[in-house]
């Protein structure tokens, strides 16, 4: 269940890629991109910093879609995997499953995961999902 909290640090989330196009999201079945850049957050994610909510620092992400899942990893250099989501690619946004914080097991969320793009580059992912009541949110932008 989602506390008005989470609800509500989705909406800003959702802002932040307001100006991007999140069509054409799908990779080919097999795929996997790597990214340098970093997790970003703006001003209007500050009030959702309160221990209810955790956010991924990181300076480049791993995106695997075999067909059946797509994993986001998002990770920090001389950290390895800070936050790791798995989706179902068939859906837009995508649906998450599950969610690994650092060396913890993976564990059951629900969220989304999207993929916008600019001008067909991809300009931001955003992964947000909620798990045993927490939820972990990761707004990765590439480094142009």
Aim: net charge positive; with cysteine.
């Amino acid at each position: 269940m989602r506390t008005a909290s989470t609800v509500r640090l989705i909406l800003a989330m959702a802002t932040l890629s307001a100006a991007a196009s999140s069509a054409g999201q799908a990779q080919p079945t097999g795929s996997t991109i790597r990214l340098q850049g970093k997790c970003e957050y703006g001003e209007r994610i500050t009030p959702y910093a309160d221990g209810s909510n955790g956010f991924a620092w990181c300076d480049s992400i791993v995106i695997v879609q075999d067909g059946q899942h797509a994993t986001f990893d998002f990770l920090r250099e001389s950290w390895g995997s800070m936050v790791r989501y798995e989706a179902d690619p068939s859906s837009d946004p995508m649906v998450v499953m599950r969610v690994q914080v650092r060396n913890r097991p993976a564990e059951p969320a629900q969220g989304t995961c999207t993929i916008y793009r600019l001008e067909g580059r991809i300009s931001t992912v955003t992964c947000i999902a909620t798990a045993r009541q927490l939820a972990w949110a990761a707004n990765f932008v590439p480094r142009r």
